[in-house]
């Protein structure tokens, strides 16, 4: 499957607890970005990163945190879990930082804080 | 600031019958927008874009910039089309995506 991966699947911690979620884009693709999807706030932009570096930042909290590789892979930090964190994370890479391609989208990790 | 609102939380029509999923932006310059589609428990998949004005599963979109509004339409709903639809809108500069809150679309046979 050349498409985005997304890694766990599914996530249970508990509250104060730090996880990390990983991210791979599809080949060629140089720009990945994060989202969060939950119940009350829909699907919110988090953050961007393009060859490495951040280019864009939405409604990421400061206890939220993510870098991406020189392969080209991400990882969203979130630490301090907090009831309200439990949420579908995607992740979504396209090939330049901006412009006209298309963002394709990965399964996704459920993340559950008890 | 952007803004894209989609202002049905839930959609229900039978097999066959036209459906229309409305989508209402607000954006300061030229838009792109986007619908995307994520079936039970699946991943996004886009469905459509304005720039490339093509149909998919029969589904068609158009960009009116008058009343700012990009409502997705298909004439003939099938029971395969019930999923959460997504409107989004990508800025003039950012790569990123503003999405609305989403419609669940329901066909019942």
């Known amino acids: 499957d050349s498409g985005v991966t997304q890694t766990p699947k599914h996530l249970i911690t508990a509250t104060g607890q730090r996880v990390t979620l990983r991210c791979s884009p599809r080949?060629?693709?140089?720009?990945v970005y994060w989202y969060q999807q939950s119940l009350d706030q829909g699907l919110q932009f988090l953050i961007q990163?393009?060859?490495?570096?951040?280019?864009a930042k939405g409604n990421i909290l400061e206890r939220f945190s993510a870098q991406q590789f020189p392969d080209l892979h991400s990882e969203l930090n979130l630490s301090s879990l907090e009831l309200g964190d439990s949420a579908l994370y995607f992740c979504a890479s396209s090939v330049a930082v901006f412009g006209t391609d298309t963002q394709y989208f990965g399964p996704g990790t459920r993340l559950t804080v008890l | 600031a952007q803004r894209v609102t989609q202002p049905e939380k839930l959609l229900s029509v039978f097999k066959g019958a036209p459906v229309e999923l409305k989508c209402n932006y607000s954006?300061?310059?030229?838009?792109?927008l986007f619908w995307y589609v994520q079936y039970s428990r699946q991943r996004l998949q886009l469905l459509l874009r304005h720039i490339s004005r093509e149909s998919i599963k029969g589904f068609t979109a158009d960009l009116n910039k008058g009343e700012t509004s990009f409502h997705l339409k298909k004439p003939f709903a099938q029971e395969e089309d019930s999923a959460m639809y997504y409107c989004g809108l990508r800025g003039s500069t950012l790569g990123r995506l503003y999405f609305g809150r989403g419609t669940q679309l329901t066909v019942w046979p």
């Open positions: 080949s060629g693709d140089l720009s």
């Open positions: 990163y393009y060859n490495g570096e951040e280019r």
């Open positions: 954006y300061s310059g030229s838009p792109e």
